[in-house]
């Protein structure tokens, strides 16, 4: 019997083969899948006692609960002679103690319990967020609420955050990525607010008091919005948040200040600064468009084809055919308050720098002069579409992104229509885009590497300005 059993498994791994080999083979360019349905989450909208609209989403998956507050402020708001005044106190709102409670306190306690609370400020947006087990939650709400809103500023904390900047700066030429992408953002929004950088000076200025002032005009319960999701009944969550965070009695009406948009002139440069290396980094770019404009649809299809995946032209082309780079890209941030930016970069050897920089133009120029092809089309199209999906991959990311909505003002129903949308989009409306978001002519080029191994002088590209790595402020020099 056991003679017999192996001889038929003998048999069929004879059969077996042969019967796969007469079956033709699968072509996945041309197999067809039924259309991808995705119902997007929903989280809850309350309002607060306060007046704070708070974004709720339950999850029993897991016994842990976050939360993320999103304050209406930022680095837009400081003064320039103070830049770096919004990121210490973001930093410091956290290291610098809270509510009476001393810095190792609050970290001995966080620690004890497993649980995080973190604090920053971006450009145009502060958060503070905490992460923490089911049954340690609140305590750790109420030292978040804290840090949120009565942190302390301690000096030596504030000394301490303050040689950390000094030594950010001082090391901020070592990396000549970081250079290129700090002097693009800078020739792209120059006299602007989102331009400025931090400096000794603007670093030595900063005082306990501004970080005080800076947190009391902006941290306040009528200027933000809550998301939470985790495992929470939501009566006893909303009680608790109604007795944390209390209307704020005798205060004026918050009036941000007024801050332009960017300029909008198009004007080449090229900005070269010097570092001894073997590969150059090169940045290109200019302002780009809001989400307020009707086009940003089309530009996240021409995004794609042009230098958002790895199929796209400038991959294909400075990549895959010409091997001048092995990283290359471009990107539209579509500027969710002030105006965006488009840049496009890449890193290759110095011997190629000028083919490369031309190149990258030329590619940009063609897609304002003629239609992307179907296959760009679809193939944008099905990449956006089907990746939407990405965007919800956690109750966190969820609830998170329906208060982003909210803080950015999106008008209702934008997730639920974007797929949509996106599915709308002809070549003739990114042919459209395309010569109206991108200027070729007009790009700021920074590059960054040792402008005597190029293949060709810098000059060729136009005036050429000097960047004064140590001072970071360009003059114009002949080369």
Known sequence: MRQLIISICFIFTLIAPACAAEQPLANPRTM????????????????????????????????????????????????????????MAG????????????????DDELEFMASAVESRIGSDMGTVSLTTLKKNFNRTLQIFSDVLLRPDFNDKRVEIARRQMIESVRRQNDDPKEIADREINRAIYAGHPLGEIATFASINAISRQDLVDFHHRYFRTDNMILSVSGDFDQTALLKELNAIFKPEKGRTVLVLPKISQPHGL???????????????????????????????????????????????????EIRTNQGLAYNVGSHFDIGRRFTGSFIAETETKAGSTIKSIDLMKKIIAKLTTEPVSDGELNAAREYIINSFIFAF???????????????????????????????????????????????????????IGDAAKFDQPLSTLGVVQALDLKLNIPHEVKR
């Open 91 to 106: 930093s410091v709102m956290r290291s610098g103690g809270a509510g009476g409670m001393a810095p190792e306190q609050i």
């Open 266 to 316: 198009y004007k080449s440069e090229v900005l070269y600064g010097k570092k001894d290396v073997n590969q150059t980094v090169i940045r290109m770019g200019h302002l780009g468009l809001t989400k307020d404009s009707p086009d940003i649809y089309a530009v996240r299809l021409l995004d794609y084809i042009l230098g958002g995946s790895f199929t796209s032209r400038l991959m294909m």
């Open 393 to 447: 991959t956690s109750p966190a990311s969820i609830v998170d992104q329906r208060a982003r909505l909210e803080y950015y003002g999106y008008p209702d129903g934008y997730l639920e229509q974007y797929r949509d949308n996106i599915g709308k989009v002809t070549k003739t409306d990114i042919l459209n885009a395309a010569r109206k978001y991108l200027h070729p002519e007009a790009l700021k080029v920074v590059v």
């Open 32 to 87: 067809k899948f039924p259309a991808l349905h995705f119902q997007i989450p929903t989280a809850e909208r309350v309002v607060l006692e306060c007046g704070m609209p708070v974004y709720l989403l339950r999850d029993t998956e897991l016994p842990i609960i976050n939360v993320t507050a999103m304050v209406r402020a930022g680095s837009v708001y400081e003064p320039a002679e103070k830049s770096g005044l919004s990121g």
